[in-house]
């Protein structure tokens, strides 16, 4: 039943063309990750709810999150951290070519060095954190300190292709168990925050929305 769920959802889904059409094809080509189609809709609907003025976007990869948040919210500017090289050449030149550079600012280097260059753009209305999942608790403390008083933090693959619902002696190898680990540990923490209210929401590969109490 979930399968068809997910199977249904996914057909009412508007298909993109274009450049965001461009950005799918070649992620799916080259192994890129981006958020899945029904996650990326739930975050969308969010941001064009709170209408936030400033978004901290923690993992840029080739830059589609970004644009398709700057399609949503078209009035904020939004700031988003990469640390790949080949990744950062390609988000660039889709910022280009959908005249985004002046809403869209691409901050190089690892998001755990770059706390110090973000602040001057702060504070953020929104935060979406869609990077190295073992580090997700670290982004967080590390990021919510520019959150705006009303603000959230959405936070992607917080069920890890439903792998956080396994016994996690049985799965394998142990690098993908040592991450699941991370990510439960996130969650149960994340749940229990004192200073946020959190939903986890299982659509996509699980979606997480925190905001402040």
Do not use: C
């Not at 979930?2 to 461009?22: Q, V, W």
């Not at 799918?24 to 969010?46: S, T, Y």
């Not at 190089?108 to 190295?132: K, M, N, R, S």
């Not at 991370?182 to 200073?195: A, F, R, V």
């Amino acid at each position: 039943m979930k399968d068809k769920i997910e199977e249904y959802l996914h057909s009412l889904l508007p298909s993109r063309s274009g450049l965001l059409a461009d950005i799918e094809q070649f992620a799916k080509e080259h192994n890129v990750p981006i958020m899945e189609p029904e996650g990326i809709e739930v975050l969308l609907q969010v941001l064009r709810l709170q209408n936030p003025k400033s978004i901290l976007e923690v993992g840029t990869a080739i830059g589609y999150s970004a644009l398709r948040m700057s399609e949503a919210v078209p009035n904020a500017n939004i700031v988003t951290i990469e640390r790949d090289e080949d990744r950062i050449s390609t988000a660039k030149q889709n910022f280009e070519r959908a005249a985004k550079t002046d809403k869209i600012r691409l901050v190089e280097g690892d998001a755990l060095e770059q706390a110090g260059t973000v602040a001057a753009y702060g504070p953020f209305d929104a935060i979406f954190i869609d990077a190295a999942k073992g580090q997700y608790k670290r982004f967080f403390e590390l990021y919510e300190e520019h959150l705006s008083n009303n603000g959230i933090i959405i936070t992607d693959n917080v069920l890890f292709k439903g792998l956080v619902a396994e016994e996690e002696e049985t799965i394998e190898p142990k690098r993908i168990r040592s991450m699941v680990k991370k990510i439960k540990d996130y969650n149960g923490w994340l749940m229990e925050h004192p200073h946020y209210h959190t939903v986890i929401m299982p659509i996509g590969d699980g979606v997480a929305i925190s905001k402040r109490k």
